[in-house]
């Protein structure tokens, strides 16, 4: 495939932006659809706590189908999986803006989640093919350029679509896009040899999924059940336990194991896993956070929350094009040091958040987020992978990108749970002091509007009360956010200083 696409320089830049619209297309939905959440929620009339799993089933759904994507290469070619790939992401996309129930929008994002997994992969790989080995650092540049974009792009059109237009629009944009790259593809993407079948672990591969998927329902669903009170939660649990059971024996016992033990002996990897794991957790979490308050609580318009939110997309594509000028020039601890030094300084700033904040303070605080995980993006996949043996590499990159796929699930689903969970207890709390006899209610203007002896005072005070409990749980929120983005200083001490550049071009997947 390489002399063949070095001989044609048009079909090489033709295929590139195909590839790059394939990839922007897969990024593009882990943030389009977040400032639409509360429009959907409207749609298809459910709770707060139950709309995540729109977003929570797309990323698991990926992060499940992304490690057999190297098999299926090998049984039915590159040329026809990217194709499968983005007709069957472009058709779930289709069903997932006709969708009217939750479980029907949820099912067809599992769909799309699942087509759309081997699109970054593919994208990587058919970029290091068709460009030459001395090019593939411009050619990886190229591809984290695409991966950026969509994020970056996301909030801003996504509010534009659903002001404007509606929700469902947020789905259909794939459709344009989709048809354009499966036919690009179709004509100009030359045919890979196949390999024929290959020994895939299915056993090691079925009981990992069926964990993640397991723990990913008990977490979404764990609010609403009462966590362990409910026999559903306590099954779920029990299936997710027996399943990793079966997957970690089966693996440290198996000949050729789907996940190699050996690879955890590496210091680095395993250090970068847990460290990609709750990056992406507060990356996440905060994505899912944000588009609530400002549309809720500040009342902005979708598309007034979407331009506010963009900032913080064009923070990280800035820093990462920046800082991966000094990988391999500079110890990358250090970089990492700076990266988690910007988010923490974002996160103790959202702490104080109430919905007074200016406009200002919200671009310039997601401008040093943003920044703060650009900074961190490349050097933890350089030094998470730099002191892997070079056959070990596409193995620990499969594991990396797995790792910030659970994180970024459970990120979202675990901090929703907790904000319904504490807005309900600081609701009691601040109830308990809202009471007649208060002295706050000597002031004539307090008591014309928000007497607890009339229905509408009480109603009035309801919602002031619970405006105040979310505001409160938020901060919750943040706090937590902050405590972990600083517990990951610790591992900074456990990575091995990397002496020179690292081949990290495995790992900027996803």
């Not at 977003?55 to 992304?66: G, W």
């Not at 048809?179 to 591969?205: C, N, V």
């Not at 024996?249 to 990609?276: C, K, Q, W, Y």
């Not at 749980?473 to 972990?484: F, R, V």
Request: net charge neutral; aromatic share 10%.
């Amino acid at each position: 495939m390489t002399e063949e696409a070095a001989q044609t320089g048009n079909r090489r830049g033709t295929i590139t932006v195909l590839v790059l619209l394939a990839a922007m297309m897969q990024t593009l939905d882990t943030t389009i659809v977040n400032v639409a959440l509360p429009y959907v929620q409207g749609s298809v009339a459910t709770s707060p706590d139950q709309i995540d799993w729109v977003l929570t089933a797309y990323i698991t759904a990926a992060a499940i189908m992304t490690p057999p994507t190297g098999f299926l290469v090998a049984r039915f070619g590159l040329k026809r999986l990217f194709m499968v790939s983005t007709l069957g992401f472009t058709f779930a996309s289709m069903l997932c803006g006709l969708a009217d129930s939750l479980t029907q929008i949820v099912l067809f994002r599992i769909l799309q989640g699942a087509f759309g997994a081997a699109m970054i992969p593919l994208s990587q790989t058919v970029l290091l093919s068709i460009y030459p080995k001395e090019r593939h650092g411009f050619a990886m540049a190229l591809f984290g350029l695409g991966v950026v974009v969509g994020p970056v792009l996301g909030p801003v059109l996504g509010g534009w679509l659903t002001q404007d237009y509606t929700w469902r629009y947020v789905f259909y944009i794939n459709g344009p896009l989709g048809i354009i790259a499966f036919l690009g593809m179709m004509m100009f993407l030359p045919e890979t040899p196949r390999s024929g079948p290959q020994k895939f672990d299915w056993f090691g591969f079925s009981t990992l999924s069926l964990a993640i998927g397991a723990f990913q329902i008990l977490l979404d669903r764990g609010e609403i059940k009462d966590w362990f009170g409910s026999s559903e939660i306590v099954i779920e649990a029990l299936v997710a336990g027996s399943a990793l059971y079966l997957f970690l024996v089966h693996t440290f016992t198996a000949e050729r194991p789907f996940m190699r033990p050996a690879l955890f002996r590496d210091r680095n990897l395993s250090a970068g896993v847990i460290f990609s794991m709750v990056a992406f957790i507060t990356l996440y979490a905060s994505l899912a956070l944000q588009p609530p308050y400002l549309q809720d609580l500040m009342n902005y318009p979708v598309f007034t929350a979407g331009l506010v939110m963009g900032p913080r997309g064009v923070g990280t594509m800035v820093a990462t094009m920046l800082v991966g000028r000094f990988v391999g020039k500079v110890d990358t601890r250090l970089l990492l040091a700076i990266g988690l030094g910007l988010s923490a300084w974002a996160f103790y700033t959202m702490i104080g958040w109430t919905p007074d904040v200016s406009e200002r303070e919200i671009v310039v605080t997601g401008l040093i987020q943003g920044a703060g995980f650009g900074t961190l993006f490349v050097p933890m996949s350089a030094v998470t992978l730099s002191t892997l043996a070079p056959e070990d590499r596409a193995d620990g990159a499969s594991v990396f990108s797995l790792s910030r796929s659970i994180g970024s699930s459970v990120g979202i689903s675990t901090f929703s749970a907790l904000l319904t969970t504490n807005t309900q207890i600081n609701h009691a709390n601040i109830s308990a002091y809202v009471t007649p006899v208060n002295r706050a209610f000597e002031n004539p203007g307090v008591a014309q509007f928000m007497s607890p002896l009339t229905a509408a005072g009480r109603a009035a005070l309801d919602a002031l009360v619970t405006q105040q409990a979310q505001v409160v749980a938020y901060m919750d929120d943040y706090k937590l956010l902050l405590i972990a983005t600083l517990a990951l200083f610790l591992l900074l001490f456990i990575f091995k200083r990397t002496s020179g550049p690292a081949d990290h071009t495995m790992a900027v997947e996803g």
